[in-house]
């Protein structure tokens, strides 16, 4: 069964940081490109970030440029989420998800996804 599983969400304070994580079970990681993904209460879903195989290429959506950076380490057959600078307006269920399409050398956020994690829940609130 494959599988990737979120962790790390929580209530922050807004200047705050926190930092998500994305665990895969029964497949190898580095196979795949990573992305993340959000969703707040009565909007769509939106790509956040993702990373390439290697973790040499990431892209950002430009909302949370300069203050999120997205990281991997296969080793842990991991991938990280570091948002700095939360907003109120970053509140959302944040999901990981693969690319379709394993070994790419690139990442992109208008790629198809699969294997959806069950999310983490991030509010930004005083």
């Known amino acids: 069964q494959l599988q990737l599983v979120e962790s790390g969400g929580g209530l922050v304070q807004p200047g705050g940081s926190l930092r998500l994580s994305c665990a895969a079970s029964g497949f190898t990681l580095d196979y795949y490109a990573i992305g993340w993904f959000r969703q707040a209460p009565g909007k769509e879903r939106e790509g956040v970030s993702c990373?390439?195989?290697?973790?040499?290429?990431?892209n950002y959506a430009d909302s949370v440029k300069g203050r999120f950076t997205i990281s991997r380490d296969n080793a842990k057959n991991t991938v990280y989420l570091q948002m700095n600078s939360l907003k109120p307006e970053d509140t959302a269920v944040y999901y990981c998800?693969?690319?379709?399409?394993?070994?790419?050398?690139?990442?992109?956020?208008?790629?198809?996804?699969?294997?959806w994690g069950q999310g983490t829940q991030v509010t930004v609130s005083s």
């Open positions: 998800a693969a690319d379709r399409n394993p070994y790419l050398p690139i990442c992109s956020l208008i790629r198809p996804y699969g294997h």
């Open positions: 990373v390439s195989r290697s973790g040499g290429s990431t």
